[in-house]
């Protein structure tokens, strides 16, 4: 007997997302898979993004408007999305990006031939305000995946100590009583930005994940965006170190091998770094300087030495050491902002 094609439940949370939302709910309208319920989450917006989605939902039946009296916050709103998904399968989609047509099929059938896969993601390629493309991204050489294609905690952990979160948020496809018997909340109280790196590792927990190492995504990374802004002001530690800390504590760092220890510290000195040029452009050379005091440790270099991959971004720490010497007036350290992060 043929089973019915699974549902699948597209919730999109957004705020002041007006430039945006129409083409990625155009490029969601668009998918090839038909068994689609598509819920605009608003986040008490103060411009025309509810408007837009009440337009939608007139014009397409399979699209309905949810409008948060207050703002609840980005990860309180996923959270809000969990409480209105439906379905066999829930996708949180972001409200800037453009979605392949065919990548709600390709998932689908993921999650329908490996019940045992819990979520599935995709790679993504950058694009600017504009929809030009930039970096492609893909999986990490070190990530391989189990006998039957799919990828399990140890093997994504590993991974991610020594890359750092390469999982797209916005690709995420979820078993929907994933999502609200085991997931429940976004844990934004521990782990602000990157709590979505703690989701991704509490289903891995418990299941496996696919993932499609092509570029169905098209993430969106614009000057205007969150995550381009956050990258050039951020002078905090990550917080996904936060995440890691807590998962290499319940593993415990007795267990993890040596050379997974080793990976996490230079993801923590390359934080480091990141957070010194930060500094440097922000005319703080003072504390960019002091920040960068264990680049010249000999067991720091010991580390270094040991990832020949590693040394080209440690050449880079010592150039920002030495630009802090330097009196660069401001137009000068932007111009070098600009290079670092674009596209």
Known sequence: MKLPPSQVCICIPAYNAEGTLAATLDSILAQTYQHIKVVVVDNASTDDTYKIASGYAEKDARVSVSRNPENIGGE???????????????????????YSSDMVA??????????????????????????REGKVHVLPKDL???????????????????????????????????????IKVWDTGSYATSSDADVWLRILSKFKAGIINEPLLRYRVAQASFSYTAA??????????????HYIGLIG?????????????????KDTINRAFNLFLGGRSKEARLLLS??????????????????????????????????????????????????
């Open 294 to 343: 264990d680049l010249f440790r000999f067991e720091t270099l010991s580390l270094v030495l040991a990832r020949p991959d590693f040394v080209k971004f440690y050449a880079f720490g010592f150039s920002v050491y030495l630009l802090c010497i330097l009196p660069l007036p401001k137009r000068y350290r932007m111009s070098l902002g600009g290079l670092r992060y674009h596209g």
């Open 144 to 182: 391989k995946p189990g006998e039957d294609g799919l990828y399990g905690f140890d093997a994504v952990f590993n991974a991610m100590l020594r890359n750092g979160n390469f999982l797209f948020c916005p690709s995420a496809m979820v078993r929907t009583n994933i999502y609200k018997e085991h």
């Open 106 to 131: 390709r998932q689908v059938d993921l999650l329908d031939g490996a019940p045992q896969a819990g979520v599935v993601f995709t790679m993504a390629v950058n694009i600017d305000s504009v929809g």
């Open 76 to 98: 309180g709103n996923f959270t809000r999305c969990i409480e209105l998904a439906s379905g066999d399968y829930t996708a949180i989609f972001h409200s800037d990006d453009i």
């Open 253 to 269: 760092a007795n267990v993890i091998a040596p050379d997974q220890m080793r990976d996490f510290r230079l993801l923590v000195l």
């Open 232 to 245: 050039r002001l951020r002078t905090a530690p990550h917080d996904m170190l936060r995440v890691f800390r």
